[in-house]
């Protein structure tokens, strides 16, 4: 059924989409794609309880519930859908937008969250587990509504929506009142597409509101890291040698964790004032060429490409775990592992355990992709509230106050 689906909703939706608007037809298109509707009551129980711990987007609720202040609105989304993005998805809609989603990570949604808001009439295309080639066509299925109307407003995290949009259907661009940006490495993609005149609609900076970045990415990450390795590994920490690339606030939260936990850790980080705050705070500060040959747990924060390579592989001590929890998956080269490996075994879903020329083994979670969310259930909902919060408002103003 999933490919039948696949096929010919890219065949023929694909090539809807490449005509004018008016000639839209998304007769081909499913109702709803996840893994398994039967898993909704037990997403809308967590879903009530995250409700409870998230008091921004419920005071949202009870301020704009008459005014709907997005009505009109139709919101394609793609960020992790997770139990806390079902409470921010209702919100949308309890505010008067008509929203559609899909998730921003092949690994990272939470199949009975995605299942609540698929029960409820919600357009949700997405499932744990997802192929480089399902992800995007769960992204496009979000562009046009039900009524044969596009998109609107863009809420993303990542960057991967709005790149479709101006490089792959450019013609809904004018129709688009804005994005909200949720996470850094998309901010960073908004603002190379800025210098590079390629920014065609309005955009909001989310992740860095200071009840955004200086929350979710630095108390999120100090506990859903530890989430993560646990769940995939048993591994205790204490005692042992963590290396953490990258200290900006999710490197800060993430060494805070491994320290707490007992970890003796070394921090890697070119940016100098990052470097001496670690310092500052009693880190090892090196190079990852000198942590390679020490650590025994390696978590990557950057958000940049190549931190850890195969030089670095091949320093390091058996079975040394590695991890990322950067948006994308391109902080760790895992195709050198994948090439170079002489073995490789799946020790259980996102954790795998390469064994190299030396014969040492190293074993890398959640593929290198985001590893709380992988292995974990991602941040607590208390904090996404926060960020939440910060998206809701965000698409308020813009497309409240357009232009």
């Not at 037809?25 to 794609?33: D, G, L, Q, T």
Request: net charge negative; proline share 3%; glycine share 8%.
């Amino acid at each position: 059924q999933l490919r039948r689906v696949h096929e010919v909703s890219l065949c023929e939706v694909g090539n809807c989409l490449s005509e004018s608007q008016s000639s839209v037809n998304m007769s081909s298109k499913p109702a709803f794609k996840v893994a398994d509707i039967s898993l909704a009551d037990w997403g809308r129980k967590e879903i009530m309880l995250a409700e409870n711990e998230m008091p921004g987007l419920m005071s949202l609720r009870l301020k704009y519930k008459d005014s709907k202040p997005l009505k009109g609105a139709r919101i394609a989304g793609c960020l992790h859908m997770t139990v806390q993005t079902a409470v921010l998805i209702e919100t949308l809609v309890v505010l008067g937008a008509e929203v559609q989603w899909s998730s921003c990570n092949i690994f990272s949604t939470q199949d009975h969250a995605a299942a609540a808001i698929a029960k409820t009439g919600i357009p949700v295309y997405a499932w744990k587990g997802e192929t480089d080639e399902e992800y995007i066509w769960c992204i496009e299925q979000t562009l046009v509504f039900k009524d044969g109307q596009p998109l609107n407003l863009i809420l993303d995290d990542g960057g991967d929506l709005t790149n479709l949009v101006h490089e792959k259907y450019p013609q809904f661009l004018a129709n688009i009142k804005g994005i909200s940006e949720e996470t850094t490495t998309g901010v960073h993609n908004l603002y190379k597409m800025m210098k590079e005149s390629k920014l065609k609609v309005p955009a909001i900076n989310v992740n860095d509101s200071v009840t955004k970045s200086k929350f979710d990415n630095l108390y999120g990450c100090r506990e859903s890291l530890i989430d993560g390795i646990k769940r995939a590994t048993d591994v205790m920490l204490a005692g042992k040698v963590c290396v953490v690339a990258g200290y900006g606030d999710v490197g800060k939260g993430c060494a805070q964790s491994l320290r707490a936990f007992g970890g003796r850790v070394i921090v890697t980080e070119i940016d100098p004032i990052n470097a001496l705050q670690a310092s500052m705070e009693g880190y090892e500060v090196t190079t990852m060429d000198e942590a390679s040959k020490e650590g025994q747990i390696f978590v990557t924060t950057t958000g940049c490409k190549d931190i850890i390579t195969g030089k670095h592989f091949s320093n390091m001590r058996n079975d040394s775990i590695i991890c990322n929890i950067g948006h994308f998956d391109c902080e760790i080269e895992v195709t050198w592992l994948e090439k170079n490996a002489v073995e490789k075994i799946n020790i259980k879903p996102q954790v795998d355990r390469y064994k190299l020329a030396s014969g040492r083994h190293v074993i890398l979670l959640a593929e290198g992709r985001l590893v709380n969310l992988g292995c974990a259930m991602g941040h607590p909902s208390f904090v996404m509230s926060n960020s939440f919060t910060n998206q809701t408002l965000a698409q308020i103003e813009l497309w409240t106050k357009p232009g």
